[in-house]
């Protein structure tokens, strides 16, 4: 499958490149809001709305946004979704809304918003940002219902807060705490590691054309090979 | 064929230790401290050990098994551990079978998560059982309270370090011969000793990390309590601090090889024991100051190596 098919797009965000699993983006909500399955779910969806919307617009403005003052463009794009998507949960599910606290606001500086919109939307049109938006935020989605439903069953003995039968007395309270949170998001990581075998681009797909910091970099040698190849090319 | 000639590759001597030596040797060291457990804490304890060892050796086997490496079972580290980290855990009051379930989790966490992922026997960065016990007490709440002992009565069996007035404290002979409340293996401090003096005299640990340990926590506490030598005597033999300084921080991988290290090693986790006794809102502090100096332990390694000396005499 190439990367660049539409379905080659939409589906890499899923294993491939996953956006917190392999890309080791966004940890943070990651961690703080996987205690249970539905905060999770409604942080993954919350986050695909945002990305799928920040995604196209900053596409479409691609050529308009100046190279050297995108990032706060994109900020301000990703900060007005993030408001609206903010208010509708605040509105229609109050419970999620207390549930996610101050994570929901946090969105604007979520790194896979940031970084699809640097690494994809701010190159490509506006169907394939989209597709690529959706595909990631599906991912975020799938990897924190995944992490909180392990960290739900095993730390508090239910699952989308229904109880689950006779696992009361034996639940693993470390599970919903920090160190639960770690624990099993390693454990995930290394999972998907052995599922795509190491394959799963790492550098290779970022190249450094376009990285803000390649030029501190390529002295340091980090990524010189790299930006050999691309120029040599 | 009977005169076809051997041949091997140097050394042609060596002093007969191996994995498995050391390790029966800390297994027969925790001989007397097992008898002691089961003794003042009853069957139960008997269980949990069972449980642990059991569980710790099954995990490594079939881990092995299933990754398809060099089977390691024989040995024995697998069972010191489970038996480290059964003598580190209290018998207490609720289900047994919850017991033993919770046991199998804690050994799951130590062999799998602790020494396997990081590369088996040598290659993990903190002690196994150390690990898991701290895992277990922060995993279930009912592994954190005291265990009881059965042989005496409740009233001079509070753990020293969580009781509130001075009339509820044990006496020195009721803390050295273990009549108090604890985990299995920490109560009974003449039985430890014996261990220590053993692995002491078949030179499978140093006194370096012990005696710096447990005097490292008996001055501090000793200028905490206001020059009051009982005082400090009884926090000394109160808690964890003889198994964990003997049995837990001698530990070889998770240990610096040098004289100056061990020493440095012990004085860091003897500080940080006194310092969460005295200022942490935990009661007990051993598990946790050897866990940190484990990680701190490659650092210390490599500030005291040995300088080699080349020809011409510069440092190489």
Known sequence: ?????????????????????????????????????????????????????????????????????????????????????????????????DMLGVYLALITVNCIILGRAEMFAGKNSVGKSALDGLGMGIGFTLALVAMSTVREVLGNASFAGIPIPFMEPFKIEIMTKAPGGMLVYGLLIALVFVITRG??????????????????????????????????? | MSNQVKLAVSPHIHSGNSTRRIMLDVLI?????????????????????A?????????EALFNLITKRRQTVGD?????????????????????????FQCVIGSLFAIIVVKFLFGGIGCNVVNPAIAARVFMLIAFGSMAKVGLPVVVDTVSSATPLSVETAEQLPSIMDLFLGLRGGAIGEVCVLALLIGFVY?????????????????????ASLFMEGFDVM????????????????????DYVTSPSTAWGKIIFAFGAGMITFLIRYFGTYPEGVSFAILLMNILNPYIDSWTRHKILVAGGKKA
Not at chain 1, 3 to 19: D, M, Q, R, V
Not at chain 1, 77 to 82: E, P, Q, S, Y
Not at chain 2, 231 to 250: E, N, R
Request: with cysteine; aromatic share 6%.
């Open chain 2, 29 to 49: 060291a925790l001989l007397p401290t097992t008898i002691a457990g089961a003794i003042i804490f009853g069957w139960k304890s008997l269980i949990i050990i």
């Open chain 2, 76 to 100: 024995l580290s697998a069972a010191v551990t489970g038996l480290l980290l059964a003598l580190n855990l209290p018998v207490v009051e609720q289900n047994l079978g919850i017991t033993i």
């Open chain 2, 231 to 250: 005082m400090a005597l009884t926090m000394t033999l109160s808690g964890g601090l003889f198994l964990g300084a003997i049995f837990m921080a001698t």
């Open chain 1, 1 to 97: 499958m190439k990367n660049n098919s539409n379905l080659g797009i939409l589906l890499k965000g899923i294993i491939k490149e996953n956006p917190v699993l392999v890309l080791i983006l966004g940890t943070c909500p990651t961690l703080a809001t996987t205690t249970n399955v539905v905060g999770a779910f409604g942080m993954g969806i919350a986050a695909l709305t945002v990305l799928v919307c920040s995604n196209m617009l900053i596409s479409l403005l691609r050529k308009i946004i100046p190279e050297t003052v995108r990032i706060p463009c994109y900020i301000v794009i990703i900060a007005g979704f993030v408001t609206i998507v903010e208010m509708i949960v605040h509105a229609y599910f109050p419970a999620l809304y």
């Open chain 1, 199 to 233: 394959k799963a681009p790492l550098k290779k797909s970022f190249s450094c054309a376009g990285c803000p910091s390649a030029g501190h970099c390529t002295a340091s040698g980090a990524c010189n090979t790299e930006v050999k190849e691309e120029q040599a090319q």
């Open chain 2, 51 to 59: 449980a642990c060892v059991a569980s710790c050796v099954g995990f």
């Open chain 2, 199 to 219: 692995l002491l005299v078949r030179k499978v640990i140093t006194w370096h990390i012990p005696v710096v340990f447990i005097g490292t926590v008996f001055v």
